[in-house]
Nanobody, 126 residues
Framework: QVQLVESGGGSVQAGGSLRLSCVVI????????MGWFRQAPGKEREAVGS????????NYADSAKGRFTISQDYAKNTLYLQMTALELDDTAMYYC???????????????????WGQGTQVTVSS
């Protein structure tokens, strides 16, 4: 059974930084995509970025470019989201997701993710 466990959320002032972590447990292979998503109150869920497990190419949403960095520790099956220069509009529940098995090493924007974490809240205040 695949499980994703996020951590690292919290409250931070505008301009501050946070790093979220997501441990992926249970995949019996390495062929999967991992992604970060977020959902603010009253808004639809939106993608933040994605990366193939063990890959180096990262796809970022426009809202994340320049401020957010996705990385991973392959040996620990952990995906990270480093967020800097946080803004009030970054306040949301952040979710980690995984999609696999994949036959390709790319993670297209319209990929249907079949495993989700429970989410971790990020609150940015002025």
């Amino acid at each position: 059974q695949v499980q994703l466990v996020e951590s690292g959320g919290g409250s931070v002032q505008a301009g501050g930084s946070l790093r979220l972590s997501c441990v992926v447990i249970g995949f019996t292979h390495d062929n999967y995509c991992m992604g970060w998503f977020r959902q603010a109150p009253g808004k639809e869920r939106e993608a933040v970025g994605s990366q193939f497990h063990g890959g180096k190419i990262t796809n970022y949403a426009d809202s994340a470019k320049g401020r957010f960095t996705i990385s991973q520790d392959y040996a620990k099956n952990t995906l990270y989201l480093q967020m800097t220069a946080l803004e009030l509009d970054d306040t949301a529940m952040y979710y980690c997701a995984a999609a696999g098995p994949r036959s390709r090493t790319t993670c297209p924007a319209n990929l249907d993710y079949n495993y989700w974490g429970q989410g971790t809240q990020v609150t940015v205040s002025s």
